[in-house]
């Protein structure tokens, strides 16, 4: 692989969209493909390109037998997202743990003395009322969406932001009872309970978690395990 | 980011600060192997390495090839079965084999 090519396939991978990489196993020669682009040494008659194209709609990383060549395909998806909001204590141990599993992370907290750099060092804040933060953020099947301010005046407006969108993932800190209360403002707000039961609370798996540290820890197994499909996943 | 994208950010710094690069990659899996296909290790001419093909059991054979690769040789696929006792520093003890494709980074 040339060093060019190199610094395509990782401007391809920093747009955060998806994409592959088609490698000729025996030549080395290479395609990288995008939404926009097409480039690379490599070429592919049309019968091979549809194969090409049928392991990219898989959407699983593999090689393609072809009668006079061995093709590995690597696809990827989309970069993962998560919009934290509540620049609260917990915050601090979420961004960071959220960033190491390889998520984009967005603090979103109308109090800029919660969303601060001093708190957040190198991380994308937005100091705005979730009602406006989170749908212009436009939440997709890649991300997640938590809430920590125990305020429902900040909580409710991300989490009706975030059941408008298609996030995999909703959670809510809170107690059981608090839960419970948030769930009837919801309701009063027109979700039904198949709406409803998409808002994770009280958040994360039940590790018995404690410190601020330890509910960052419980938050991201859950989500984990919603994204992998993990049995874990689902609430009794 | 990613872990692929912090093994080729790490590559292409390698290789433009001058340094030989090789670069591996999981291009297929059987059994209960350790990294998922895609998984990247990037090796440079001094022996460092960034990221994983393996949980650590293959990683030392793939870079003997690496460094091979980055003095002149061809992109190569290495295979790896389950260990026995003779190879067991290049084997998966895990019972999984796997493949890798191992390119120079020009």
């Known amino acids: 692989m040339k060093l060019a090519f190199l610094e395509q396939l990782l401007d391809a991978s920093r747009s955060r969209s998806a994409g592959a990489l088609v490698t000729d196993l025996g030549s080395g020669a290479q395609r990288l ?6 480039v690379g ?22 090689i393609v037998a072809m009668p006079t060549r061995e093709v590995f395909v690597e ?42 750099a001093f708190r957040f060092p190198d991380t994308s804040l937005i100091i705005e ?17 938590v809430t920590l301010t125990h305020n429902p005046r900040i909580d409710d407006p991300a989490l009706i932001a975030a059941l408008r969108s298609e996030a995999f993932y909703i ?55 919603v994204l992998r499909r993990s049995p874990l996943a689902v609430r009794a | 980011m990613s872990d692929s994208e912090q093994v080729l950010s790490e590559a292409a710094a390698w290789r433009r600060g001058g340094l030989g690069v090789a670069l591996a990659t999981v291009v297929s899996t059987w059994g209960s192997s350790p990294r998922p296909v895609g998984s990247k290790l990037a090796v440079n001419e001094t022996g460092q390495m960034i990221g994983s093909v393996s949980g650590g059991c293959v990683e030392g054979a793939v870079v003997q090839t690496a460094l091979e690769i980055m003095r002149g040789g061809n992109s190569s696929v290495l295979e790896f079965g389950v260990s026995d006792e003779q190879a067991w520093e290049v084997g998966l003890a895990c019972g999984g084999r796997i493949r890798i494709y191992v390119e120079r980074i020009l």
């Open chain 1, 129 to 145: 009322w979730p009602e406006v933060a989170v749908p212009r953020l436009e939440p997709d099947r890649r991300t997640a969406v």
């Open chain 1, 171 to 225: 959670g809510a800190l809170g107690s059981r009872r608090t839960h419970e209360q948030r769930r009837e403002r919801l309701g009063r707000e027109g979700f039904d309970a198949a709406a409803l039961n998409r808002v994770h609370g009280p958040i994360g798996l039940a590790i018995g978690a404690m410190t601020p540290a330890e509910i960052a820890v419980s938050i991201m197994a859950e989500i984990t395990a």
């Open chain 1, 75 to 116: 696809v990827w998806s989309a970069a993962l997202r998560l919009i934290v909001v509540g620049g609260v204590h917990t915050a601090q141990s979420l961004v960071p743990l959220a960033k190491l599993l390889g998520y984009d992370v967005t603090l979103v907290d109308p109090r800029a003395a919660f969303a601060s």
């Open chain 1, 41 to 62: 040494d490599l070429s592919l008659d049309d019968e091979q390109f549809a194969r090409v194209r049928r392991a990219i709609d898989e959407d699983r990383s593999q």
């Open chain 1, 33 to 38: 493909l995008t939404l926009q682009h097409s």
